[in-house]
């Protein structure tokens, strides 16, 4: 849980498969946590989907903590994020 209120929520940093080699989440990634640095955020979250281990990955690698697990509903679709 993040009780603080001047949180920022990194939405979606998508590369698609043809420009994985191009290394370009680390740049982007860098980009929107000075963008939040910018906003005097104390913090930044996300959610990621469960099953994909890749991102878990990258944000572990970028110094991103798993803080807990949490399930997700929109319309019909359920979705277990890490």
Known sequence: MLPQSDLAQLQKIYV???????????????????????????AIWLAVLRENQRAIRFYLRHDFERLGLATFTIGAQTFDCA
């Open 16 to 42: 698609l498969r043809d420009f994985l080699a191009q290394r370009l989440g680390a740049p982007l990634s860098k980009a929107s946590l000075e963008r939040a640095a910018s906003l005097r955020t104390s």
